[in-house]
Nanobody, 122 residues
Framework: QVQLVESGGGLVQAGGSLRLSCAAS????????MGWFRQAPGKEREFVAA????????DYADSVKGRFTISRDNAKNTVYLQMNTLKPEDTAVYYC???????????????WGQGTQVTVSS
């Protein structure tokens, strides 16, 4: 069973940047596609970004396209989410997840991290 641990969240002013990391252990990380999702208070968990096992394919939610970049380092068993030009509406708990098949649907992902809080002040 692969375990995921997110880090890098925090408080930032609008317009600032953060880089989230998600470290995997206990499995063959390079065999899995990875996704980032977020959940704001009172809202459902939503898709943010996904990356294929080799990094050749990526997808983004329209709300973050052009501001966020997902990447992975299979040698370090880590996936990243670089977040630039942050907005107050980006405030949420951010989760990473993995799945063998490339998908954008949260319900398809079987393993999740514990989440990291991102708060963007106006």
């Amino acid at each position: 069973q692969v375990q995921l641990v997110e880090s890098g969240g925090g408080l930032v002013q609008a317009g600032g940047s953060l880089r989230l990391s998600c470290a995997a252990s206990g499995g063959s990380f390079s065999n899995y596609c990875m996704g980032w999702f977020r959940q704001a208070p009172g809202k459902e968990r939503e898709f943010v970004a996904a990356i294929s096992w080799g990094g050749g394919s990526t997808d983004y939610a329209d709300s973050v396209k052009g501001r966020f970049t997902i990447s992975r380092d299979n040698a370090k068993n880590t996936v990243y989410l670089q977040m630039n030009t942050l907005k107050p509406e980006d405030t949420a708990v951010y989760y990473c997840a993995l799945n063998r098949l490339y998908t954008l649907r949260a319900t398809d992902y079987g393993s999740w991290g514990q989440g990291t809080q991102v708060t963007v002040s106006s």
